[in-house]
């Protein structure tokens, strides 16, 4: 383990090492906490020795261009900043001729002093106690303003053997008056000046988290989303490299991503002089939230690393992080089950008989969750009605859900079942009672989307009417799973808390889903927002696995998972297998392919498994059978993505165990031309002088070939075993050390 976190006195410099990564900042004499470097470089060949010479020395425009720590708006107006903050009056006496200048937006924040710990953790942390104790080194340093007692302290946690770091920032008003924020980042991170390139994901319902890259320009380049949810149209994650230098394996690459589930916003600053810096917090044009005296006020964190082993190297760093130290622990073990979503069977038209059905089809063919959708509670005969009401429908299970759980525990299976708690019809009981307990402004249009409203999370009456509602669901039945569904964005924010309904109803979905983690502890939460509307690292700390997108269309969903695996482990990716013509898309893809797409992340099944002929069903069972015996390489081990869709018509994944013993070579070929051959894709990471045998799902054998043929040469392959030309095709082979 390095020496994580170090302050030389002499010189008032920080330096934060990991195994192969620094991050450092100085203090000056005057009490300014600046940025001296973030880079990739090993720990032990970091001596603190001059460090400080590198400073970037060109403060232009009256420090302007000066690369302060934690900018605020006072000591830098011409560019973006971290903070900006609204002092209503002056704690001393005013003249006259000084009160039309008033409120004082002017924040200058200097070092007061500094701590180290291991138990401090950023706001809105999961409050469960399911995620994993693996204390950490945490930096704290205390900054007050030069005249307002206001106090920001900044917070850097360190993970010296993944190379990340985590930030956040707590905010305490010690002066005698109200104080209002109108900007608030969590950090401010600083790169070495250079020509970068800005990786992300961007798309829309139906087409999450497809890659793209844009070069960075002087200027403001910014990623946001208003709204109460993650969101579908970009997600608060990146990977930023030098302009054309980086590889699947090989390059810098700078990446990072915010734990929060609603209003955010990443900034990628390019000032004129070339410097760039990112900020990201609270998405700040609908934004404002009042310190209060006393009040104090601790962001989400802020995540980044370094690395230099290219894309898939910073996807590793953060499979793992969120592996060890996000993801919440499972009662049920490490391993996600293969699960059976009947949505795509019944739509409303539910019945216990069709359930029953269902169910034990779906046990025979190998399935270990059964999960009831939409259209189990009181009146719910379409998307029109009922939201809000949620208490079982007894003119569908006269006797409640108690004897459909007791099939299905009887066939083997876990029960789960799909609710939307954010939601309501204005046709349910519930908005009937509290037509009050909507977002809306009074006397303007309430705007319905999918025929709902969103509740005001900002009440904690109606928090605590939902809690309980959830509370009473688990309490009288054996539910070990929810679908939890958020169906549309916000329209007409109007709460009791104003502008803090951005992070108040975030604080209220994330504080429910922690009080039932921890009342039963036999409960997973699966987190979907039509889709893969809400994922990010702070519904991660609540929910093991993700609802990745709507769309199951096995073709798209290669694209979706490309992106999506670029910042998130495979193993919280829920995927399925529908429809042979899918119902959104209206394609028709084969059997094998819809499996090899579903088999990369948690195995789902959404077909009408009732409608298929015995011959189909006896390939669902084999192929789930062969899911079983691979998962445990997909859903834990290293990924390397040897190749992407977007970049040549075929997806390939590689996943290897942590003994390397094991590994699972995926590919999925969405568009060839006659005549051209894909390559023999290199693997990774294989024991070179192992000899792996292959095999598919009927075990029959491939070959047998050593690592360091694998990795030298690559997969080999022909017609039989998946050398591709110009039809769409795909397989899935383990290989294995003998």
Known sequence: MVDAINFDARSRLFVLRTDRSFYAMRVLAHGELVHVGFGAVAAATMALDNLDQYEEPNYVWENQGRRWEYPTFGDVTTHDVALTTVFPQTATALRDDEAAHLPVRDLRLRYVSHEISTDDEPGLAAQHGRSPVLPRPVLCITLRDIGYAFIARLYYRVTPELDIFERWVELENTTDMPVTLEALAFATVHLPTDRYELRRSAGAWGREFVGVTQELHQGVTPLRQRGLNTGHNANPCFLIHPKGQIGPENGTAYFGMMAFSGNWCLRFEVL??????????????????????????????????????????????????????????????????????????????????????????????????????????????????????????????????????????????????????????????????????VLHFPGRPRTQMRHQLILDFGRRDVVEAIYAMLDTLLAENDITFFKWDMNRYVTEAGSAVEEEIWYRHVQGVYGIMDRLLKKYPRLDIQSCSGGGGRVDAGILNRCVQVWTSDNTDAMDRVYIQDGFSLFYPPGCMESWVTHERNHQTGRAVDLEVRFDVAMRGVLGIGTNIDALPAEELENYRRK???????????????????????????????????????????????????????????????IPDAIYRLTDEWDHELGNFSGGQLMALGMPGDQRHGHFTCSVRSRTVLLAAV
């Open 272 to 437: 004129p002089t070339d410097a760039v810096r990112i900020h990201g917090g609270y998405e700040d044009s609908h934004f404002a939230m009042t310190l209060n005296p006393s009040q104090t006020h601790r962001t989400p964190a802020f995540i980044f690393g370094v690395g230099e082993d290219g894309t898939n190297g910073a996807s590793r760093r953060l499979h793992t992080w969120m592996h060890r130290y996000v993801l919440p622990q499972s009662a049920h073990g490490p391993l996600r089950p293969v699960l059976y979503n009947g949505w795509e069977s019944v739509y409303f038209d539910m019945s216990m008989e069709k359930q029953l059905q269902l169910a034990r089809t779906a046990a025979a063919m190998g399935v270990e969750l059964f999960c009831v959708d939409d259209g189990w509670f009181s009146g719910r005969r379409s998307e029109r009605a009922a939201l809000g009401d949620w208490t079982v429908d007894r003119s569908i299970f006269p006797q409640g859900l108690t004897p459909l759980i007791t099939e299905v525990r009887r066939l083997g299976m876990r029960f789960g079942l799909w609710v939307e708690p954010e939601m309501v019809n204005p046709d349910s009981d519930l908005y009937r009672t509290h037509p009050d307990w």
């Open 624 to 686: 789930i059978a062969f899911y079983k015996r691979i998962r445990h390489i997909i859903q834990g081990g290293e990924l390397h993505r040897l190749a992407e869709a977007q970049n040549g018509g075929a997806s390939v994944w590689q996943s290897v165990s942590a003994d390397r013993r094991e590994s699972v070579y995926s590919v999925v070929v969405v568009q060839a031309m006659q005549g051209h051959h894909l390559p023999f894709y290199r693997l990774r990471n294989l």
